[in-house]
C-alpha cells in the first residue's frame, strides 16, 4: 500500500519561511521523481520544484531562488524550504512521487501567507 503524506503547512507572515515535507512509504523511493506542486482557489495545480531520482532539481520561475526541494533517500522524505514567502504563495501544497507510467498524490497541505 502505497501512502504520501505531507505536513508542515501552516499560516506565516509575508517574508517568513516555511518547510514542508512529504514522506512515502510502499515505494522505492530512490527510484521515483518527487515533486511539490500547489493549487490555490480557482487556478490550476501548478509544478512548484522537481527533484529527480539522480538528484537533479528544477522549479518554476515564480520560486526560483526562494524555495528549495531535497530529498533524503535514507528517510524516504522529501523536503521544500520555503523563504521570502509572499502571498500569492498561499494554496494547497501537494507531493508527487512518479517513476514510469507509476504516480501518487498526497492528501496536500494548506500554506496560507498572511498578515
Known amino acids: 500500500q502505497v501512502q504520501v503524506v505531507e505536513s508542515g503547512g501552516g499560516l506565516v507572515q509575508p517574508g517568513g519561511s516555511l518547510r514542508l515535507s512529504c514522506a512515502a512509504s510502499?515505494?522505492?523511493?530512490?527510484?521515483?521523481?518527487m515533486g511539490w506542486y500547489r493549487q490555490a482557489p480557482g487556478k490550476q495545480r501548478e509544478l512548484v520544484a522537481q527533484?529527480?531520482?539522480?538528484?537533479?532539481?528544477n522549479y518554476a520561475d515564480s520560486v526560483k531562488g526562494r524555495f528549495t526541494i531535497s530529498r533524503d533517500n535514507a528517510k524516504n522524505t522529501v523536503y521544500l524550504q520555503m523563504s521570502s514567502l509572499k502571498p500569492e504563495d498561499t494554496a494547497v501544497y501537494y507531493c508527487?512521487?512518479?517513476?514510469?507510467?507509476?504516480?501518487?498524490w498526497g492528501q496536500g497541505t494548506q500554506v496560507t501567507v498572511s498578515s
Open positions: 527533484i529527480t531520482s539522480g538528484g537533479t532539481k
Open positions: 510502499g515505494i522505492r523511493f530512490s527510484i521515483y521523481a
Open positions: 508527487n512521487a512518479k517513476f514510469s507510467v507509476n504516480s501518487y
